[in-house]
T-cell receptor
Framework: GAGVSQSPRYKVTKRGQDVALRCDPI?????LYWYRQALGQGPEFLTY????????KSGLPNDRFSAERPEGSISTLTIQRTEQRDSAMYRC????????????FGQGTRLTVV | GENVEQHPSTLSVQEGDSAVIKCTYS??????FPWYKQELGKGPQLIID?????GEKKDQRIAVTLNKTAKHFSLHITETQPEDSAVYFC???????????????FGKGTLLTVNP
């Protein structure tokens, strides 16, 4: 079966441009998470959705970052006015339920801001 | 919030030897501790997890132990094989810090190399 799918796999953008990263979770998974992973580090939590409701966005670095999951399935992470410090691997994960259940990660989107 | 420390950052072993990776956590209320394996170019994949109501869990060559009193947990891989080479991450969730039981806090990872 299909796992968590993220697109694009790689994105190079110029500083100041907006980018949208897409996540297609495993079918039937209620919970969806976005993490950011710097080189040589573990993933860091950005935001969490339960169905279409954004339950926690405490990890979003600033108001240039936003996420949505309008129909409780596909999610989009948007970064406005990108800066070089936004360069990282952005990973999406999904799970059947949010409470301490196995989270399945996608392959990620490598964002490079030049 | 929760803080997870992981050691060592790199580990090199000979094929057939055992490997041990250790993690400590700060939030005594954390109750779920997964371990992820990340191969080059791929996303983290869960290999084993343990909940706070048990002290040890085993799955073939992989085992995890949890000491709630000391707030540390360890991954043990026996009879290592070259295909075990990867970055391993520990994580914790379910604690009171930040008020969530879904948010995983990861360690910084251990690069395990198994030499043939």
């Amino acid at each position: 079966g299909a796992g968590v799918s993220q697109s694009p796999r790689y994105k190079v953008t110029k500083r100041g441009q907006d980018v949208a990263l897409r996540c297609d979770p495993i079918s039937g998974h209620v919970s969806l998470y976005w993490y950011r992973q710097a080189l040589g580090q573990g993933p860091e939590f950005l935001t969490y959705f339960n169905y279409e409701a954004q339950q926690d966005k405490s990890g979003l670095p600033n108001d240039r970052f936003s996420a949505e999951r309008p129909e409780g399935s596909i999610s989009t992470l948007t970064i406005q006015r990108t800066e070089q410090r936004d360069s990282a691997m952005y990973r999406c994960a999904s799970s059947l339920a949010g409470f301490n259940t196995e989270a399945f990660f996608g392959q990620g989107t490598r964002l490079t801001v030049v | 919030g929760e803080n997870v420390e992981q050691h060592p950052s790199t580990l090199s072993v000979q094929e057939g030897d055992s490997a041990v990776i250790k993690c400590t956590y700060s939030d005594s209320a954390s109750n779920y501790f997964p371990w992820y394996k990340q191969e080059l170019g791929k996303g983290p994949q869960l290999i084993i997890d343990i909940r706070s109501n048990v002290g040890e869990k085993k799955d073939q060559r992989i085992a995890v132990t949890l000491n709630k009193t000391a707030k540390h947990f360890s991954l043990h891989i026996t009879e290592t094989q070259p295909e075990d080479s990867a970055v391993y991450f520990c994580a914790a969730s379910g604690g009171n810090s930040g008020g969530s039981n879904y948010k995983l806090t990861f360690g910084k990872g251990t690069l395990l190399t198994v030499n043939p």
